[in-house]
């Protein structure tokens, strides 16, 4: 049975449990890779500029998983005072 858990896991498009091992031994160099390379958009896009952003603020935090906020009206007064908390 533990076979067949083990291999449901990693079957299908579901790979976030191999990336998440094998980069949990490699979180401080990948932090100063985000921390000197400067990611542009080439495009109006700049969800991944956010992003990185969001990371790098919270990158002492140790928790499993980040709380955030999600904006409904982006460019709004409330989006100005949401914060990921």
Do not use: W
């Amino acid at each position: 049975m533990e076979q067949c858990e083990a291999h449901l896991s990693h079957a299908g498009n579901n790979h976030f449990s191999l990336i998440q091992d094998f980069y949990k031994s490699r979180r401080a160099p990948l932090f100063r890779l985000l921390e000197v390379l400067p990611i542009r958009s080439s495009t109006q896009d700049t969800t991944l500029e956010s992003v990185i952003q969001f990371l790098l603020e919270h990158q002492g935090s140790r928790l499993s998983h980040l709380p955030m906020t999600v904006l409904e009206y982006p460019g709004t007064m409330s989006e100005k005072t949401s914060s990921a908390t």
